[in-house]
């Protein structure tokens, strides 16, 4: 297994491209099973989580190629003219969540599915009662044995209202992708607004369904009976933005983000400018300068978008183990989403946790350490705490960090990170 050696204290001078983002990726890559024609899709990113999920694609029938050899985003193909295989096997879909939402296409297209429970980060219980609740509502038979549920539908889906008790992002496009194929209108309330939402809503308006209202609360779809082809590109990562923001704040120095969708992280923009960062905006860069002065400590609380997003948390946590000052972080999204204190411990952090709030206690300077990553986002907050640490770091368990960030080493070292990945 690979690891991640960093030496720590250099200030990150220089200019990073933003990649395509995973969380629209994964379901827009999961939309184009909706349609037997061809769906191209470009600034894919080079992501362990998408080569897992065109591994589960392949295997249901799906003909599809991958371009990963330019700079400036993959390029994706993929034709399904029929389903063949309605299984989602447990080896595919432990590895990633989001492969749950294949049940989407293949009730839809196929009227069957067996799908294994979910896996994916241990950030949480994760329970997935609104996807099931849904599934019955519009008339699909369910059956949960062995670990997989089994689905079956007789006729086509039947639309419905439904109000979601917390707007989940997942349950959100799953209802776009089935209310899409059902008969008649559909509303869904309290749905979730994040922009990958909004993405994946436009790329199924460009194969010809009828949804409107998506970035705000309440979306209607009207259903139609298939859906084409069609050509979209990502947009860009803004959780993958605000992580070398967030680094360049911890470490000092002063990058410029280029294919960004600034206004996607206003809030924590609003929150790095509050703890003493500058930033200039424009709407698709960002320039962030840091001196190398202790960050003012804010306190901050996860929550659904426009709110502070619970996958910059582990990073913003980094940032504040070396502020000035104590400050207080409340997740309320995911209740073990945690697991990167004991980590940041190993550097010298002094965090004391309380439920779903942590107590953080300014320290002067990271020490460097050996720590392992526990998950996706916590690794990134690793990756922060040993950029600025006094010393050789290492990281262990960086599968994780694969899942997510696309070429990060490349794009470090580009701004003068001395960051290397060797084998353990
Ligand atoms: C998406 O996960 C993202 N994943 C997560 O990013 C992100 O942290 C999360 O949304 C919140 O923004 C992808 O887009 C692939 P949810 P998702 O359903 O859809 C509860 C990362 O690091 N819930 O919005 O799985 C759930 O337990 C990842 O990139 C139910 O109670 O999250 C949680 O408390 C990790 N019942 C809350 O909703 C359900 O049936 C929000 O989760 C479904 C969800």
């Not at 996807?131 to 008339?139: A, F, P, Q, W």
């Not at 998506?214 to 084409?228: A, D, E, F, K, R």
């Not at 969708?261 to 703890?275: A, K, P």
């Not at 439920?355 to 350490?369: H, K, L, M, V």
Request: charged share 25%; net charge neutral; glycine share 8%.
């Amino acid at each position: 297994m690979d690891l991640i050696e960093i030496t720590g204290g250099n200030p990150l001078e220089g200019k990073i491209r933003i990649s395509g983002s995973k969380n629209a990726s994964l379901p827009m890559m999961i939309a184009s099973l909706l349609t037997e024609e061809k769906v191209e899709l470009s600034n894919i990113p080079n992501l362990s989580d998408v080569t897992t999920l065109i591994e589960l694609m392949k295997s249901l029938g799906a003909a599809i190629e991958v371009d990963q050899t330019s700079d400036f985003g993959g390029k994706m193909t993929c034709v399904t003219k029929n389903i063949l295989y309605t299984e989602a096997s447990y080896d595919l879909v432990r590895k990633m969540r989001a492969s749950f939402w294949v049940l989407a296409p293949l009730i839809a297209r196929y009227g069957e599915a067996k799908v294994s429970l979910p896996g994916g980060c241990a950030i949480g219980i994760r329970p997935i009662d609104f996807y099931l609740s849904i599934l019955k509502r519009m008339g699909v038979t369910l059956d949960l044995k062995d670990g997989y549920v089994y689905a079956s539908v007789k006729s086509r889906l039947r639309s419905i209202n439904f109000t979601l008790d917390f707007p989940s992002v997942g349950v959100t496009h799953f209802f776009l992708m089935m209310s899409s194929l059902a008969e008649g209108e559909s509303v869904l309330k309290n749905a979730a607004k994040e922009p990958e939402v909004e993405a994946l809503a436009e790329m199924l308006n460009k194969m010809g369904a009828k949804i409107t209202g998506h970035g705000t609360n309440t979306i209607t779809i009207t259903g139609v009976p298939s859906l084409t082809g069609t050509k979209v590109n990502v947009p860009p990562d803004r959780i993958e933005a605000g992580t070398f923001a967030i680094a360049v704040s911890a470490t000092g120095g002063e990058i410029s983000l280029d294919s960004v969708n600034s206004d996607e992280i206003d809030v924590l923009l609003n929150v790095l400018e509050q703890s003493g960062v500058e930033i200039s905006r424009s709407k698709k860069n960002l320039k962030i300068s840091a001196d190398r002065k202790r960050n003012s400590p804010v306190n901050i609380s996860t929550a659904p978008y426009p709110g502070f997003p619970t996958d910059l948390q582990a990073q913003f946590m980094a940032l504040m183990a070396i502020a000035n000052g104590t400050s207080v972080i409340k997740e309320t999204i995911f209740e073990n989403r945690f697991m990167h204190v004991q980590e940041l411990a190993r550097f010298g952090a002094n965090i004391k946790l309380k439920g779903d709030t942590a107590i953080i206690e300014g320290i002067e300077r990271y020490n460097s350490a050996p720590v392992m990553a526990t998950d996706l986002r916590a690794s990134a907050s690793l990756i922060i705490a040993a950029l600025s640490a006094k010393g050789k770091s290492t990281i262990r368990r960086i599968y994780h960090l694969d899942r997510g960030f696309d070429k990060i080493e490349k794009k470090l070292r580009s701004c003068g990170a001395v960051i290397e990945r060797k084998e353990d």
